[in-house]
C-alpha cells in the first residue's frame, strides 16, 4: 500500500495524481500546496498542464501582498494578475 507524502494517508487510484516527477499525491493534497513544487523532490509543478487549465493562473505571489482579490466578485479574477487561483478552477472539474 501507498502512502501520500503529504497527509500520509493511503492512496486511492480514483483521488490520486502522479507529477511530472513521478512522485504520487492526492489531488487534494496537490491543490493545498502554497507553492507549485513536489513536495518530496521540489520539481517545478505545471499545475495547467496537469489539471487541463487553459486560462490564467494567480499564485499570489509576494507583489500581491494577500490583496490581489476583490471582496465583490465571487471567484472574480486577481486585481494584479488578472487569473484565478488554482481552486476556483479546480471546483468546477
Known sequence: ????????????????????????????????????????CRHPIDVKQLFNINNKLCNDDSSHNGFGYSPNVIDGPCRFCTGKPLHIYLKNL
Open 1 to 40: 500500500m501507498v502512502e501520500c507524502s503529504v497527509c500520509l494517508e493511503t492512496m486511492n487510484s480514483s483521488i490520486e495524481i502522479e507529477l511530472e516527477c513521478g512522485h504520487i499525491f492526492h489531488r487534494t493534497c496537490i491543490t493545498g500546496l502554497s507553492t507549485y513544487l513536489c513536495p518530496l
